[in-house]
């Protein structure tokens, strides 16, 4: 069965640290991989996506970034934490370019403090 | 450019009570549309979607959305609302096959129901 995890499930990190969200998922070849962030009451936006290896497209400038070195794995990533960084991250694939629908793993929840 | 307007951040219903969280789109080009449910400290889960087929789409749950061309919208239902419906809801578009995963979401509805 084609499943997606995604881990740490949560974290509490400083200003200005470093941050690694993974995700991997399985059952399924070259699917589609996203990032969305969910910030407190809001709803969700895209801020990566990626169609294969290597390509990662961003919708929004931010101070994030996202890298796909592995067919099924996707990996949220800052050098430097901030405030605003805080939020609920959702990794999110399609199984193809013409799937239609997206799922969505349990989501990792970030505070910065 | 596409966008989606809930209307209703909170909606209260007593249980047995219908359940209608509402659902207002823009779009350039056909949509595809989509209900996801978020039950606390959870992922999302899809409900139900819409894409180019019958426009009544019967989800999981005894949920049902209604796609209406003329009034743009895509409003969700459920005849007798269930303690455990108790949850956010999220309506999405995106602009069809071969973009379905870059979704652009409602603010979303709080649902609260009411013994």
């Known amino acids: 069965s084609q499943t997606i995890h995604q881990w740490p499930a949560t974290l509490v990190q400083p200003v200005g640290s470093p941050l690694s969200l993974e995700c991997t998922v399985e059952g399924t070849s070259n699917p589609n991989l996203y990032w969305y962030r969910q910030a407190a009451g809001r709803g969700l936006q895209l801020l990566f996506y990626?169609?294969?290896?290597?390509?990662i497209s961003s919708e929004v400038p931010q101070n994030l970034s996202a890298s796909r070195p592995q067919d099924r794995q996707f990996i949220l990533s800052s050098k430097k934490l901030l405030l605003s960084d805080s939020g609920f991250y959702l990794c999110?694939?399609?199984?193809?370019?013409?799937?239609?629908?997206?799922?969505f793993g349990e989501g990792s929840w970030l505070t910065v403090v | 450019a596409q966008s989606v307007t809930q209307l209703g951040s909170h909606v209260s219903v007593s249980e047995g009570a219908l359940v209608l969280l509402r659902c207002n789109y823009s779009?350039?080009?056909?949509?595809?549309l989509f209900w996801y449910v978020q039950y606390p400290n959870q992922g999302l889960q899809l409900l139900l979607k819409?894409?180019?087929?019958?426009?009544l789409v019967k989800g999981i749950n005894g949920f049902e959305a209604e796609f209406k061309k003329s009034e743009t919208s895509f409003h969700l239902t459920k005849p007798s609302a269930h303690m455990s419906d108790a949850a956010e809801y999220f309506c999405a578009v995106s602009k069809g096959s071969g973009n379905t995963g870059k979704l652009i979401f409602g603010q979303g509805t709080t649902l609260q129901v009411k013994p």
């Open positions: 990626s169609v294969g290896i290597g390509q």
């Open positions: 819409y894409t180019s087929a019958a426009t």
């Open positions: 999110a694939w399609v199984p193809d370019s013409f799937g239609n629908t997206i799922y």
């Open positions: 779009s350039s080009v056909p949509p595809y």
